[in-house]
């Protein structure tokens, strides 16, 4: 079953704006993990955060992690239109370190032109 | 990055037919990959954990004798959806797990597009 949840479930801005997506879920994690999915498409990994991190940057992505809220937040910033896609959480379960991950269930991301 | 096809990228099937779909890891040896079912609108659904050279491990609510997997060598796994209904139309994703002393990364194919008329 799909542990983690994900907030917004859909999110419109103008290009140029920063988007915010978060992320909670419910068990202990090894790490934390941010995909991006065009519509159709696959899967691309963005970013993985440990469970003894706080934050990390990726060129325009920030990430935090809070493990004692249990919960990721993962920022865009100057939102580009070709960053319209679906975002997701996954957390690799500390019980299961590797073995799985559980995806949230995903935020939609639109940025106008 | 590491690369992982999927094999056909769509394929429409009449009902009561099987279907046979290819994940290939291209550039690198997957000990383990996995099996994801993604509905319209939906997340990822795990359906089964595939280790080459063992059975499948499969979650709670997915058939085993349904949703069949081989994981032959460590570059393939091969996922055959028998006796395909309408219900089963979905999009069908893999992934291929490659991890070491400072990695462990799951990486993605392209999904293939699963339609039962």
């Known amino acids: 079953s799909q542990q983690g949840e994900e907030d917004p479930q859909a999110l419109s801005i103008q290009e140029g704006e920063n988007a915010t997506m978060n992320c909670s879920y419910k068990t202990s994690i090894n790490n934390l993990q941010w995909y991006r999915q065009n519509s159709g498409r696959g899967l691309v990994h963005l970013i993985l955060?440990?469970?003894?991190?706080r934050e990390k940057h990726s060129g325009r992505l920030r990430v935090t992690l809070d493990t004692s809220k249990k919960s990721s937040s993962l920022l865009i910033t100057a939102s580009r239109a070709a960053d319209t896609a679906s975002y997701f959480c996954a957390t690799d379960p500390l019980e299961t370190s590797g073995s799985r991950l559980t995806f949230g269930e995903g935020t939609q991301l639109t940025v106008n032109p | 990055g590491a690369v992982v096809s999927q094999h056909p990228s769509r394929v429409i099937c009449k009902s009561g037919t099987s279907v046979k779909i290819e994940c290939r890891s291209l550039?690198?040896?997957?000990?383990?990959m996995f099996w994801y079912r993604q509905f319209p609108k939906q997340s990822l659904m795990l359906m089964a954990t595939?280790?080459?050279?063992?059975?499948?491990?499969?979650e709670q609510g997915v058939e085993k004798d349904k949703f069949l997997i081989n994981h032959a060598s460590l570059t393939l796994s091969t996922l055959t959806v028998t006796s395909a209904h309408p219900e089963d139309s979905s999009f069908y994703i893999c992934?291929?797990?490659?991890?070491?002393?400072?990695?462990?990364?799951?990486?993605f194919g392209p999904g293939t597009r699963l339609t039962v008329l």
């Open positions: 992934s291929a797990r490659t991890w070491g002393p400072y990695t462990d990364t799951q990486y």
């Open positions: 550039d690198f040896q997957a000990t383990t």
């Open positions: 955060i440990r469970s003894n991190e």
């Open positions: 595939s280790n080459e050279g063992s059975k499948a491990t499969y």
